[in-house]
């Protein structure tokens, strides 16, 4: 990840993977790409994390969706948020139908669109132009999770997540998933671990599912998982929400779906939400499920004691530094486009000197030539 000839495949300088766990592409000159393989054996769990694509690494990042056999990508930020850009346009849309990623051999199709007011579900073809070989590839995109934030309720994340599971994209039977935010740590490192955690609830007794402990596992694999309190908290609230399904609770989804209101049109083409300040008693008005006051207090004190222990007062500073990368990145991409058009411009009026040279000279060989005819007469 360090290496020079990697420096512009990296959108963070201070997110890279571990060369132990890192994604390896095949059969190409240079097998570097920003994404780790997280495992999870007890749960039989496969996550690919990785960054949001830069414009150079669209063509790897679908290199390494066909390689690792995977069925769905999950995309938890939006291509642009709060002016800044996030990741690359690399998945084909209803303007652009199809997209041709020459440098690894491969296109794009879109073949549907299904569109809910925080999500939208994607079905993509992708073809191996070299093989002729193509695949039907998932893509949900979670339009509305802001960054460093948090979704708007654990209702409406674990509707969206039980619908990615209900693909059957996250089962051991396919590939691992894609999953990726725009540094591939915080939401994406929030979307692996509850769905990790309902998982294990499911496979054994759910009291005994050490949240904290599946975390630094996980962390083994892709460092910094979960940036923020918020993120940490809301991962345990969602998790306690979704322990109602497991624990007999049939009717639950069907309200998680009511409480997200993912029928309703969405919101105009704008910046997620500024990161809201978490309640933990209750979301969209609906209790998580505890039975009293005393046992509430109880898991605050808990979680608070948890967040301190895992986030180690370090976030400030991740916050600030992952602001200025951004700034960096797009200061340094207005001065690029800047330099493209002084370039141009400057194409241009070399062109216009040649021309102007040109007929210049030609009008003194003109003026010569009847010169030495006059002469001659």
């Not at 339009?143 to 039980?162: I, K, M, Q, R, Y």
């Not at 671990?193 to 596992?217: A, G, H, N, R, Y």
């Not at 910094?224 to 989804?253: C, H, N, W």
Request: proline letters at 4%; charged letters at 25%.
């Amino acid at each position: 990840a360090k290496y020079p000839e990697n420096r512009n495949r990296n959108r963070y300088r201070d997110v890279s993977p571990y060369d132990h766990s890192r994604v390896k592409l095949q059969n190409t000159e240079n097998d570097y790409i920003n994404a780790s393989l997280v495992v999870i054996e007890e749960a039989q769990r496969y996550y690919i994390l990785t960054q949001g694509p830069l414009p150079n690494t669209c063509c790897h990042f679908w290199l390494m969706v066909w390689q690792q056999q995977t069925k769905a990508v999950v995309m938890l930020n939006r291509t642009v948020e709060k002016e800044s850009v996030k990741c690359a346009q690399y998945w084909p849309t209803k303007e652009e139908e199809v997209m041709t990623f020459s440098e690894t051999g491969f296109r794009v199709r879109l073949v549907s669109e299904d569109v809910k007011s925080y999500y939208t579900v994607h079905l993509l073809q992708l073809e191996n132009i070299n093989s002729g070989e193509s695949r039907m590839i998932f893509h949900f995109h979670y339009t509305t999770w802001p960054d460093f934030g948090v979704p708007e309720s654990p209702a409406s994340f674990l509707n969206f997540l039980f619908k990615v599971r209900e693909s059957g994209s996250l089962s051991p039977e396919h590939g691992p998933a894609v999953v990726h935010c725009s540094a591939g740590i915080g939401r994406s490192g929030t979307f692996s671990l509850v769905d990790t955690c309902l998982v294990l609830m499911e496979k054994k007794d759910p009291f005994s599912v050490d949240i904290k402990k599946v975390l630094l596992d996980m962390r083994k694999y892709r460092m910094g998982l979960i940036q923020t309190p918020d993120q940490l908290r809301f991962s345990y609230m969602a998790v306690i929400e979704g322990a109602k399904f497991i624990m007999g609770d049939s009717t639950i989804q069907k309200r998680w779906k009511e409480l997200s209101k993912e029928d309703q049109s969405p919101s105009s083409e704008q910046s997620p939400p500024h990161p809201t300040k978490i309640t933990t008693e209750k979301y969209n008005g609906n209790s998580i499920g505890l039975e009293n006051k005393d046992q509430m207090e109880k898991i605050n004190t808990d979680l608070a004691t948890k967040v301190q222990d895992i986030t180690d007062g370090n976030i400030e500073s991740t916050v600030r530094k992952r602001l200025r990368e951004d700034r960096k990145a797009n200061t340094a991409q207005k001065l690029q486009q800047m330099k493209q058009k002084l370039n141009e411009t400057e194409r241009k009026r070399k062109r216009i000197n040649i021309f102007y040279n040109c007929i210049f000279n030609l009008f003194v060989v003109h003026c010569t030539f009847k010169s030495s005819v006059c002469t001659n007469f």
